[in-house]
């Protein structure tokens, strides 16, 4: 870069607004292709496994809660996670989006990187008593 073109960007920025973000202050909304936290609708889920066994970071569990009436709790490993939405592109049944509003996963406490989803009542039902 030459000396000239140099100093007169530096004379142009004098007179610009910053443009660093003041984050977490203030907070700007995410692209809408961001890939944050993995989402599952238990509603349309048959349960095939195809995520599961997809998953390259066995990120993902589903544990049957009954089969015959298609009840499942999907337990998530969001610390395993790669945010690769393989899992998304697999699902036949459109159960499963990455959030592009749930993407501040940072957490001191570990507990916080096992999620799990589910109907309220199987969740109850599951997490009453220690999970499988
Ligand atoms: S986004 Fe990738 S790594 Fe994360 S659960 Fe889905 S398949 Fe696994
Ligand atoms: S691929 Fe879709 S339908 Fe199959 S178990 Fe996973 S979430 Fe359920």
Request: proline share 5%.
């Amino acid at each position: 870069m030459k000396l000239g073109s140099m100093f007169g960007d530096m004379f142009r920025s004098l007179f610009k607004k910053p443009v660093t973000e003041m984050y977490p202050f203030k907070k700007t909304s995410a692209p809408s292709r961001l890939r944050g936290e993995l989402m599952y609708n238990p509603d349309k889920c048959t349960g095939c496994q195809l995520c599961v066994k997809d998953c390259p970071s066995n990120a993902i569990e589903l544990i049957t809660v009954d089969k015959a009436s298609k009840r499942f709790v999907m337990r998530y490993h969001v610390d395993r996670c790669t945010f690769c939405a393989q899992c998304v592109e697999n699902c036949r049944f459109e159960c499963l989006n990455m959030s592009n509003e749930q993407w501040e996963l940072a957490s001191l406490k570990k507990e916080a990187f096992t999620v799990n989803y589910g109907r309220e009542e199987d969740l109850q039902k599951l997490l009453g008593k220690p999970l499988p």
